[in-house]
């Protein structure tokens, strides 16, 4: 069957909701400096509920107002996407990805997002000695996040495959599937308990072929 595996990364490997509360633990840190009569957690379930009501969007900024606190923003957003996430794999994840190695298949990961932010999470998962090629779209440029046909292209070539040994695995119909699909690819979508896109449902060109709610589903799938 398939000899390359790539997965996306936020929510199919880890939690992203994990990262967002790790990140949000560092803002409140450096929020408590100005607001000595506040806890770190405190802050940090402030942001936490704000995210939860609207959405990421202005968290910061309706925080920093709420609190009284005059900061820049960009110093906020620069602290949350630098900080050293407090994350881990998926229990399936971790075995899906050992079972995979012992198969000999070759496992690569195309992942969307600010650069640094990403490759922070890669280096906290420890995800180098695990995969053979990692690809954030981050450091190419914003035309070439999924689902532009780059990183799926630049994968292949790297790996030395043909997009038909491949399969992409990943939790966003929006952007992952429906370019895999089109070079050829296969395409499996993981619909896990938490996640942005746990209900979405889409125009079947963007669903995947097959759908998942755990990654040791396809332990007996693999040759
Ligand atoms: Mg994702």
Same mark, same amino acid.
């Given at each position: ?92 994840? =971790?075995? #899906? /990805?050992?079972?995979? $190695? ?6 690569? %990961? !195309? ?5 640094? +932010? ?56 929006? =952007?992952? #599937? /429906?370019?895999?699909? $089109? ?6 979508? %993981? !619909? ?5 896109? +746990? ?25």
């Amino acid at each position: 069957m398939y000899i390359g595996y790539i997965f996306d990364l936020d929510d199919t490997l880890y939690c992203e909701h994990d990262f967002v509360t790790s990140g949000f633990r560092a803002v409140a840190k450096e929020l408590a400096c100005y607001r000595s009569d506040m806890s770190v957690g405190a802050i940090q379930e402030m942001l936490i509920a704000e995210w939860k009501k609207n959405g990421r969007g202005k968290v910061f900024n309706e925080i920093c107002k709420r609190l009284d606190v005059d900061i820049d923003i960009a110093h906020l957003v620069h602290i949350y996407r630098t900080h050293h996430p407090d994350i881990s794999l998926y229990e399936d994840a =971790k075995e #899906f /990805i050992s079972f995979l $190695k012992e198969k000999g298949k070759i496992l690569g %990961i !195309i992942t969307d997002g600010h650069s640094t +932010m990403q490759w922070t999470k890669v280096e906290a998962l420890n995800l180098e000695s695990m995969f053979d090629y990692i690809i954030v779209t981050g450091d190419l440029g914003d035309e070439h996040w999924k689902p532009s046909e780059t990183p799926y292209r630049k994968m292949v070539e790297y790996l030395n495959l043909d997009f038909k040994d491949c399969v992409y695995i990943g939790d966003n119909p929006h =952007k992952d #599937f /429906i370019t895999a699909r $089109k070079l050829g690819m296969g395409t499996i979508r %993981i !619909i896990r308990n938490i996640g942005d896109h +746990m209900r979405t449902r889409l125009a079947k060109e963007y669903e995947a072929d097959h759908v998942i709610d755990s990654l040791s589903e396809l332990m007996d799938r693999v040759e």
